[in-house]
């Protein structure tokens, strides 16, 4: 989700969604523009510009997974988790250019 507007310890941010207050005590006040990855109504972490792309990608191909697409190419939307050079634990803002 991308930050609108910081609060005292919530953000209302825009997602695939639509709007949502998201709490922010885990990772802080951010400015808005900021990408969050949001888990059950809480910033878990701030995102790279980069990183909240894949994310979304990943999101709408599982959408459109559930909504029966078989057309899709899966694994280029999981590329970078088939990537053998990906450190484990994930993200690598080095790699990524993020």
């Known amino acids: 989700m991308e930050v609108i507007e910081q609060r005292a310890f919530t953000a209302l941010c825009r997602g695939r969604d639509g709007e949502k207050v998201v709490d922010t005590t885990l990772i802080g006040p951010q400015p808005a523009g900021t990408w969050i990855l949001n ?14 792309k894949r994310i979304a990608d990943a999101l709408a191909l599982v ?3 559930h909504d029966g697409r078989s ?3 899966i694994d ?3 590329a970078d988790l088939l990537d053998p050079s990906r ?7 080095k790699r990524t250019g993020g």
């Open 76 to 78: 280029a939307a999981f």
């Open 71 to 73: 057309d899709l190419d």
């Open 39 to 52: 888990f059950l109504g809480s910033a878990r972490e701030v995102l790279a510009p980069v990183e909240a």
């Open 87 to 93: 450190p484990p634990g994930g993200f690598d803002p």
């Open 63 to 65: 959408a459109a997974l």
